[in-house]
C-alpha cells in the first residue's frame, strides 16, 4: 500500500475539507426556506412545510441510489469525483433559483416544490461521493479523523454563512433599495451562499486530482461481477459495525434534533429570557463545536474513536443531569447545556464519519469493495429520518403538553415537558445509540490495523492471518 495512501497531505485535506461549504445550501434552506416561501413568494404555511417536507424524504432515498451508482462506477477518473463535478453546477443553479421570486399564479408552489426536490436530489448527488472520498484519501486511522475534523469545523462555517451572513447581506441590500425585497434575497443568495459553494465545491475537487485510489479494490482487481442494489445493501448491513453505527445514527440524531430544537424554547419559556438573549445558546454552541475539533483529535488517538464518542455522550449526560439537579433558573443553565450539546456534537460528527469510513477496508476484506457510498448514503439515510422524526416529535411534544404560542404565559405542563425535552429526552436516545455502539461496533486501532495489513496481503497474493482482527468478521 502506497505511503501516498497511507497518509494525506496538508493540502489535500484542506483542499477537501474545504468542499463541505457546499454544505451551506442545507443550512440556508433549514434557516430560511419557510420563511423565503411564506413570506416573499406569498405561499401558504402549509405549503412550504409540505415542499420541504417532501423533498427532504425524496432525497433521502435518494441517497440510497447515488450511494449504489457511486460504488460502481466504472469511470477511469474514479468513482466519486467525476459525479462531484457533474452536480456542484447544477447544485448552485437549483440553490439560485429556490430563492428567486416566480409568480406562475396556481402553478407556483409546484414550480417551488420542483425545483426543491431537484436540488435536494442533485445536492445529495454531490455530497454522498463527496463524504465517501474522504475514506479514500487515507487508510490511516487517525488520518481520517483529522479529515473529519476540519470538515466539521467548514461545517459550522457554513452553518454561520447559511444562518447568519446571508441575512446582513440581504438586510443590506434591502436597506440600501437595492433589488427590493424579493430582489435583495436573490442579490444576498447569490453572493454569500452560492458562489462560496460553488468555489469550494470546485476546490475539494481539484485538490483531489489524482488522490482517489482507481482500480485497487479486490473485486476491481479480480474483475468481479457487479451485486444488484438490494444485494449490495443487505451486504453491507450484515456487518455488524455497520448496523452499529447506523442504528447510532437514527437514535442520536432523533434526540440531537430535539436537543436542538427546543433549545430556544428551554431559554424563553423556562428561563424567561428574550428570544433575542435565548438565540445566543446557538452561538455558543457552533463556537464550541468548532473548538472541540483539535481536542477530538486527541481524544480519538488515545482512547480510540468508538471510547471517544461515548465519552462525548458522557458530557452531555453531565450537563442534562447537572441542570435537571440544580434546577433550571437563570441563563448559566442554559449555557451549560449549550457547551455540553457543543462538545458532544462536535466529537459525535466528526468520529462518527471517521467510524463510518472505517468499515470500508472490512467490507472489502469481505466482498471484495469497500461500498463506501453505501455505507454513507445509509449513514446520511439515517440522519435524514432521525431529522423528520425529531422535528415531528417537538410538534406533538409541545401540543400533547398544551403550548400555547399566544398566551402571555404557558402553563407548568408546558414548562415541564421543554425541560425534560432539553435534558431526559435526548438523553434517552444517547442512551440507546450507546447500547447499540458498544453491542455491534467492534472496531479499535489494533484490530484496524491488523484488518489493512491483511487486506494488502490478500490483494497482492500473499498470505495472510484473521487473528487480529476476527472479532469484527
Known amino acids: 500500500m502506497s505511503q501516498e495512501r497511507k497518509k494525506s497531505s496538508l493540502g489535500t485535506t484542506i483542499g477537501y475539507g474545504l468542499g463541505s461549504m457546499v454544505r451551506t445550501g442545507e443550512n440556508l434552506w433549514g434557516f430560511y426556506l419557510s420563511y423565503f416561501l411564506v413570506t416573499v413568494v406569498g405561499i401558504n404555511a402549509a405549503a412550504a412545510g409540505t415542499i420541504s417536507g417532501a423533498a427532504l424524504l425524496i432525497a433521502s432515498v435518494w441517497c440510497i441510489f447515488i450511494g449504489y451508482i457511486s460504488d460502481n462506477s466504472k469511470s477511469k477518473h474514479g468513482k466519486r469525483r467525476p459525479i462531484m463535478l457533474a452536480s456542484i453546477f447544477p447544485t448552485v443553479i437549483l440553490m439560485t433559483l429556490i430563492f428567486i421570486k416566480v409568480d406562475f399564479g396556481q402553478a407556483t408552489a409546484a414550480y417551488y416544490a420542483i425545483v426543491c426536490i431537484l436540488f435536494y436530489i442533485i445536492y445529495y448527488t454531490f455530497l454522498v461521493p463527496y463524504d465517501s472520498l474522504g475514506a479514500e484519501l487515507t487508510v490511516d486511522y487517525n488520518a481520517r479523523t483529522k479529515i473529519r475534523s476540519l470538515c466539521t469545523v467548514i461545517l459550522y462555517v457554513s452553518v454561520f454563512v447559511g444562518g447568519t451572513l446571508v441575512m446582513y447581506v440581504q438586510t443590506g441590500f434591502a436597506n440600501a433599495g437595492i433589488g427590493g425585497e424579493a430582489g435583495s434575497w436573490s442579490l444576498a443568495v447569490l453572493i454569500s451562499c452560492t458562489l462560496p459553494m460553488l468555489i469550494c465545491g470546485l476546490i475539494a475537487w481539484a485538490a483531489t486530482k489524482g488522490k482517489e485510489p482507481i482500480g485497487v479494490e479486490i473485486g476491481e482487481i479480480q474483475e468481479k461481477p457487479k451485486e444488484n442494489i438490494f444485494k449490495s445493501y443487505m451486504s453491507v448491513l450484515k456487518i455488524k459495525p455497520f448496523l452499529g453505527i447506523a442504528i447510532w445514527s437514527l437514535l442520536y440524531f432523533i434526540g440531537n434534533t430535539v436537543l436542538s430544537g427546543f433549545l430556544v424554547y428551554f431559554g424563553v419559556y423556562v428561563l424567561g429570557l428574550s428570544e433575542a438573549t435565548a438565540s445566543t445558546y446557538f452561538t455558543i454552541s457552533m463556537v464550541v463545536t468548532i473548538l472541540m475539533a483539535v481536542p477530538a483529535n486527541w481524544l480519538a488517538g488515545r482512547f480510540g474513536k468508538k471510547n471517544t464518542l461515548l465519552i462525548a455522550m458522557c458530557v452531555y449526560a453531565v450537563c442534562g443531569l447537572t441542570v435537571i439537579i440544580k434546577g433550571p433558573s437563570s441563563y448559566l443553565d442554559g449555557a451549560i447545556l449549550s457547551v455540553g450539546y457543543g462538545i458532544t456534537n462536535s466529537i459525535a460528527l466528526i468520529v462518527s464519519y471517521s467510524m463510518v469510513y472505517d468499515i470500508g477496508e472490512l467490507n472489502e476484506f469481505k466482498?471484495?469493495?469497500?461500498?463506501?457510498?453505501?455505507?454513507?448514503?445509509?449513514?446520511?439515510?439515517?440522519?435524514?429520518?432521525?431529522?423528520?422524526?425529531?422535528?415531528?416529535?417537538?410538534?406533538?411534544?409541545?401540543?400533547?403538553?398544551?403550548?400555547?404560542?399566544?398566551?402571555?404565559?404557558?402553563?407548568?405542563s408546558v414548562i415541564t415537558a421543554i425541560t425534560l425535552s432539553e435534558t431526559v429526552v435526548p438523553l434517552g436516545f444517547m442512551v440507546l445509540s450507546a447500547i447499540a455502539v458498544v453491542l455491534l461496533y467492534k472496531i479499535t486501532p489494533n484490530n484496524y490495523a491488523a484488518l489493512v495489513e491483511a487486506l494488502e496481503a490478500k490483494k497482492e497474493g500473499r498470505d495472510y492471518s484473521i487473528d487480529g482482527f476476527r472479532e469484527i468478521l
Open 367 to 412: 466482498f471484495g469493495d469497500s461500498k463506501v457510498a453505501a455505507c454513507v448514503g445509509t449513514y446520511t439515510l439515517g440522519m435524514g429520518l432521525a431529522q423528520a422524526i425529531g422535528y415531528s416529535l417537538i410538534g406533538y411534544i409541545l401540543a400533547w403538553a398544551g403550548f400555547d404560542a399566544m398566551a402571555a404565559q404557558q402553563p407548568d
